[in-house]
């Protein structure tokens, strides 16, 4: 059996000790000894820059703020989906996190921080969504896990009522807010509809073998003609009415 080698660790601004490990040819990062994200799951993470960019990647000069690098992926997917023209700033509040991204886990990903479409802000991606005023016409939340924070304690000020009006005010007209989720949050997605505001969740997989949707992207805009289309698969499945037989 191959071993775990642990590459480095960093501290968050919690205080909490933040790992980057690699087995075999897997990559993760674990917080205080609970693996947050690793390489081997990440159809979730493709999953949400889909959603998210879906009524806005054929604009012209798209701008996308990404909230949360991770390992990649969901940086990746957008520059992907959006043309030439387009621009994505990513806002990553851990320096080493990028640092990592830049030096060891690139390639996972075809080192999407080299595109040139890129730009990084070792920032609080709140504070980038509050000096945006109609800047970007999509904004991709990957932070903390979703609305049950654990990495920082400010973060969860990002999916509070506040919080997520002020990501709409930074979106364009007809912009799109999506968020990734670990779980399924009835409360939140309870919460954004008494704002008055549109929001469709999607149950995505974690990665794209898996049978079960165990993750959740929740996207989330002024009017309901710019969220994602539900596909037939994702749509709620109503019993079925049972038949009274005919009399014969």
Same mark, same amino acid.
């Given at each position: 059996?191959? @071993? ?14 933040? *790992? ?39 604009? @012209?000069?798209?701008? *996308? ?10 940086? !990746? ?12 700033? *990513?806002?990553?509040?851990? @320096? ?15 080192? =999407?921080?080299?595109?040139? !479409? ?6 609080? *991606? ?20 979703? =609305? ?44 954004? !509809? ?55």
């Amino acid at each position: 059996m191959k @071993p775990t080698i642990k590459i480095d660790s960093t501290q968050t601004p919690d205080g909490k000790t933040m *790992v980057l490990c690699k087995h075999d040819r897997d990559y993760s990062i674990a917080l205080d000894g609970q693996e947050i994200m690793t390489s081997r799951e990440t159809e979730s993470e493709l999953e949400l820059a889909r959603l998210g960019c879906d009524k806005i990647k054929n604009r @012209p000069r798209p701008k *996308v703020l990404i909230g949360g690098l991770g390992l990649g992926f969901t940086l !990746r997917e957008t520059l992907d989906l959006l043309p030439g023209n387009g621009q994505v700033v *990513v806002a990553e509040l851990l @320096p080493d996190l990028v640092r990592w991204n830049r030096e060891v886990l690139g390639e996972l990903a075809n080192h =999407p921080l080299a595109d040139k !479409r890129v730009v990084v802000k070792s920032r609080d *991606v709140r504070k980038v969504i509050q000096e945006s005023n109609g800047a970007f016409d999509a904004i991709l939340l990957d932070v903390d896990n979703g =609305p049950n924070a654990m990495t920082h304690g400010e973060n969860a000020k990002l999916y509070s009522s506040y919080g997520i009006a002020s990501a709409l005010q930074a979106l364009r007209p007809g912009g799109c807010l999506a968020i990734w989720s670990v779980t399924a949050d009835a409360h939140f997605e309870r919460r954004v !509809r008494r704002n008055g505001l549109a929001v469709r969740g999607f149950r995505v997989r974690a990665y794209k073998a898996s049978k079960s949707r165990s993750r959740t992207v929740w996207t989330i805009a002024q009017e309901a003609r710019a969220l994602p289309s539900r596909p037939e698969e994702d749509r709620p499945r109503r019993p079925s009415k049972k038949r009274t037989p005919k009399p014969s």
